[in-house]
């Protein structure tokens, strides 16, 4: 079977971010799937067929993409950032290990991107620059008590805490509690960083304190870190702050 499919990282928005490996998959590629708005940013070329697709449908659109590249095209995802994050790397293993078997023979790479909190910590200073930990704030796919209990673990153990997804319309308090149970464990003073499309024209990053992070700031295209015990806010004359989380922790901090 000569189809391939490959699962390719846009970054988060700025074309720079963009790897060689991934231009060169997007320009090979004759058949694209995707969610709409990211396979707007992939340059067109004469010859590629486009498949674009509501954010939801990220199931069905890779079971499509796999039915192509066993009809022999040379197929490309694109996912936002890196494909193994919330996206859609995961929902075509998925689809490969509950489909026909002959989708198990065919050649699949993953090619990694930017994430999300990788972009907007660059853009501040070093808040991941010590343990952290990861959660989506979507309860589409697992039951809200688990994210409380994950955001409880990850407060209680003194790691800094990536939020993806955070809120959208059909998910409009789940980022408010999310801050709320945090406040349980952190002092106010942690601080907790909004970056919003970032690395795109209309990116804006915002610094505040746990005690006066207010949800409302954020869209479905705001990616929030909360810092640590030990994470520093430097003031820096005529420049914005510095955020960052040390290298070394003494003590187990919760
Ligand atoms: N695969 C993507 C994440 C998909 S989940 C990645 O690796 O970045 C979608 C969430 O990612 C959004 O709700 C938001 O929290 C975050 N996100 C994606 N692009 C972003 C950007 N340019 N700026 C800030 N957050 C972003």
Redesign the pocket.
């Known amino acids: 079977m000569s189809g391939r499919i490959a699962v390719v ?1 846009l970054g ?2 700025d074309p720079r971010y963009l790897t060689p490996e991934a231009a060169e998959a997007l320009s090979a590629a004759d058949t694209l799937y995707g969610y709409g708005p990211y396979l707007d940013r992939v340059p067109l070329r004469n010859g590629q067929s486009r498949h674009p697709s509501d954010n939801r449908e990220e199931g069905a659109r890779a079971a499509a993409a796999l039915r192509h590249a066993a009809q022999g095209a040379n197929v490309v995802v694109v ?9 859609m790397a995961a929902a075509i293993c998925e689809r490969i290990e509950s489909g026909p078997e002959a989708w198990r023979a065919l050649e699949v790479v993953f090619v990694p ?5 990788l ?2 910590a660059a853009k501040i200073g070093a808040p991941l620059g010590h343990d952290f930990c990861v959660l ?1 704030l ?1 309860d589409n796919l697992k039951p809200w008590e688990l994210i409380e209990r994950r955001l409880d673990a990850a407060a209680g153990a003194g790691f800094a805490i990536a ?6 319309r059909a998910r409009p308090w789940q980022l408010g509690q999310a801050l709320e149970r945090l406040r349980r464990h952190l002092p106010g003073a942690t601080p907790v960083v909004f ?6 024209p209309d ?1 804006s990053i915002s610094i505040t304190t746990l005690a006066e992070a207010d949800a409302a700031r954020a869209d ?5 870190i909360v810092g640590t015990r030990e994470t520093r806010v430097v003031a820096r004359p005529g420049r914005s702050p510095l955020v960052y989380t040390p290298r070394a922790a003494a003590e187990v901090s919760a």
């Open positions: 990282g988060p928005g996912s936002g950032g890196d494909p193994g994050v919330f996206a991107g930017i994430t999300a909190m972009a907007v989506s979507s939020l993806y997804n955070p809120i959208s970056g919003r499309a970032v690395g795109r990116e479905m295209a705001t990616l929030i």
